[in-house]
């Protein structure tokens, strides 16, 4: 072995294990993401049966609900 060999295996080891971290950050806001996406359709759909439901309390063009 060459006296390198103990830095670049340190430099490697320091590599890997900041990647292991980015995977486990990546996958956790992958997973938080789709949880707002999922709130964000889920909100949509509300807001658009309660515009429905308000539609249905105004009065018509002949003075009738």
């Known amino acids: 072995m060459t006296p390198r060999d103990p830095q670049l295996r340190s430099i490697i080891d320091e590599l890997a294990k900041a990647v292991q971290t980015a ?37 018509r063009r002949g003075g009738r609900p």
């Open 23 to 59: 995977i486990g950050l990546a996958t956790r806001l992958r997973r938080e993401t789709q949880a707002i996406t999922d709130d964000a359709v889920s909100l949509e759909a509300a807001i658009g049966r309660a515009v429905l439901a308000l539609k249905r309390l105004q009065p």
